[in-house]
């Protein structure tokens, strides 16, 4: 698995080394009591306690340090995992493997469970049968009630786990259903002013909140009781072992001394089951989560090797037999797209809405993979680049913009973490945003979380245009790039595609508007995921206009008809 690492593993082996030892160390209070009770007591001798309490003095201090120490090594082995693992976690979560909020609430759930005493009570468990042994030693009688005490405690535990396993996924799933919602909902907020859908959204998102309030309260019923039943046992065992060490001591079988001993070694005996059953919920919580981020982690697909470093292509761009097929569907998405540019040219997409003009800029761009074909940049295909070189290659511009929370400079510097200032404003100048930053109240330093509700669906448009040119891609794939600019918005773009033709570069622009193609060379004309059209920009047009004449003439002479 991908969050497990060697070091992980040594720092485990420590832990378990300390627990050795502060289990060993906690045999001190039995032995200190059964050595007052028959010894001193016995001897009257003072010199002996006070060397037996000097001797347990220390004893105690090597076992606060060593517990303070395997307590901040498990804390350490839980950082790691999370440091380890978050980034695959983002990976899965910007891929659309899972909900935006859910792995970030499983490492949080990972790092409580290793933040918290639970994990140290689960490595003490398996030191009870050599504490129940030892009271074996003092009496078979009082070895035999703790252990009958010890399997009741360990059958409640596993019963516990069994029962509220179901109970607890219900919940997860509730929760993760409710924080869904809440999230489409921030996303929408405008449409649900706007509809006056406000009420309605309450009304669901309290329904789901609700069932997940209603799921986690029976899971806490039911894990309550067993938590609760565990707790009062224990207490009447610790009772009921002194009750039958004392009759042993009327028999004459066992000293005071031993029946003291006994039923504080009991209590240490027992006390990691009691406290795991306690802390039972965490322990589950962080299992569950751990098995997610497993399963989530295993998606991710896999750099088995290091691809070498290609030089920067020229913006020689072919797509050949290019087909996509999605799991369940009769008819493909797309199918037969072959074509080709060179450098300098631009070439516009044509066609109705859901003709997979969006789905083929998303595999040009590497979001998704063909069911078959081939699409080389530069001579080598895709693949051959890994996903951070590629976007240096190929700007793009999706439907659907989106600005990050940070600065605008870091917003065009495609929020790497030291934008180079002179790349970034060359950008913005080419994208025809420069003058329009520089009104912002801190130019290019403005959070962009302060101004977003200020920005025009065309301003977003033109600074995610600058995103695309940062770092002078040689490509660029631009989905509906004006479908909210003004005149002036598509000037600029028409600028930038024409300065990007004059440098060598290509781009391939899906557009409904014909503003957008005005620079174009050559026009493919999508129907149905097919392409019905490709060639010059005139010879199509020219086609296209054609179609259209003959298309009225047959209209008329049905409507004459």
């Given at each position: ?32 009591m ?125 019963l ?17 259903a ?85 039923s504080i ?6 006390a ?72 300098g040219e ?8 859901g003709?997979?003009?969006?789905t ?29 070189a ?6 793009y ?60 669906g ?10 695309a ?93």
């Open positions: 698995m991908i969050l497990t690492r060697a070091k992980c593993w040594s720092l485990l082996g420590w832990t378990i080394f300390f627990s050795i030892l502060t289990n060993l160390l906690m045999l001190t209070g039995p032995l200190f059964l050595q007052v009770y028959d010894r001193v007591l016995g001897s009257r001798s003072e010199e002996t306690l006070v060397a037996l309490t000097g001797l347990v003095a220390v004893l105690y201090l090597a076992y606060g340090v060593l517990e303070f120490v395997r307590g901040r090594v498990v804390a350490r082995i839980g950082g790691r995992l999370q440091a380890t693992g978050q980034a695959h976690v983002f990976a899965a979560a910007v891929s659309g493997r899972a909900r935006a909020a859910q792995p970030s609430n499983d490492l949080d759930a990972m790092g409580a469970l290793t933040g918290s005493s639970a994990l140290l009570n689960v490595l003490d468990v398996p030191w009870t049968p050599l504490f129940i042994a030892a009271i074996f030693l003092f009496h078979p009688v009082l070895g035999t009630v703790a252990l009958v005490g010890a399997v009741v405690l360990l059958g409640n535990a596993l516990n786990q069994s029962v509220t396993r179901r109970a607890r996924q219900h919940t997860r799933q509730a929760q993760g409710a924080q869904t919602f809440g999230v489409t909902a921030v996303a929408g907020a405008e449409v649900i002013r706007a509809q006056g859908m406000l009420p309605a959204m309450q009304s669901r998102w309290a329904t789901l909140r609700n069932r997940a309030l209603l799921a986690e309260t029976r899971a806490g019923d039911r894990s309550g009781f067993f938590s609760s039943g565990g707790k009062a046992f224990r207490l009447f065992l610790q009772s009921a072992i002194l009750a039958v060490g004392a009759w042993l001591v009327l028999q004459g079988e066992l000293t005071a001394g031993a029946m003291i001993a006994a070694l009991l209590g240490r005996a027992l990691p089951l009691e406290q795991t059953i306690a802390q039972w919920d965490m322990i589950q919580r962080g299992m569950a989560a751990w098995h997610d981020l497993k399963e989530l982690t295993a998606t991710l697909p896999q750099e088995d090797v290091t691809r070498t470093a290609l030089p920067r292509p020229d913006a020689h761009f072919a797509v050949s037999r290019l087909t996509l097929m999605r799991p369940g569907e009769d008819e493909p998405l797309l199918q037969g797209i072959e074509f080709s540019l060179s450098p631009v070439m516009g997409v044509i066609g109705a809405s003709a997979g003009k969006s083929l800029a998303r595999l040009l761009v590497g979001l998704e993979q063909p069911t078959a074909g081939r699409i080389s940049l530069g001579g080598a295909s895709l693949n051959q680049y890994d996903a951070e590629l976007g240096q290659h190929i700007g511009l999706p439907q659907e913009v989106h600005l990050f929370d940070g600065t605008i400079a870091e917003n065009i510097a495609q929020m790497t973490l030291s934008p180079e200032p002179g790349r970034v404003i060359d950008a913005a100048r080419r994208a025809g945003v420069h003058a329009f930053i520089l009104s912002l109240p801190d130019g290019y330093d403005t959070q962009v979380g302060r101004i977003a509700f200020r920005l025009s065309g301003q977003k448009q033109r600074l995610a245009l600058a995103r040119l940062y770092g002078d891609p040689v490509i660029l794939v631009l989905d509906e790039p004006n479908s909210a600019l003004d005149a002036e918005g598509s000037d600029a773009l028409n600028r930038a595609l024409v300065n990007l033709k004059a440098a060598g570069g290509s781009a391939i622009v899906m557009t409904h508007r014909p503003s957008a193609i005005t620079v174009a060379d050559r026009l493919m004309v999508l129907e149905h995921g097919r392409i019905t059209a490709l060639g010059s920009k005139a010879d199509v047009m020219k086609t296209m206009i054609s179609n259209a004449a003959d298309l009225r003439t047959v209209m008329k002479k049905e409507a004459s008809a």
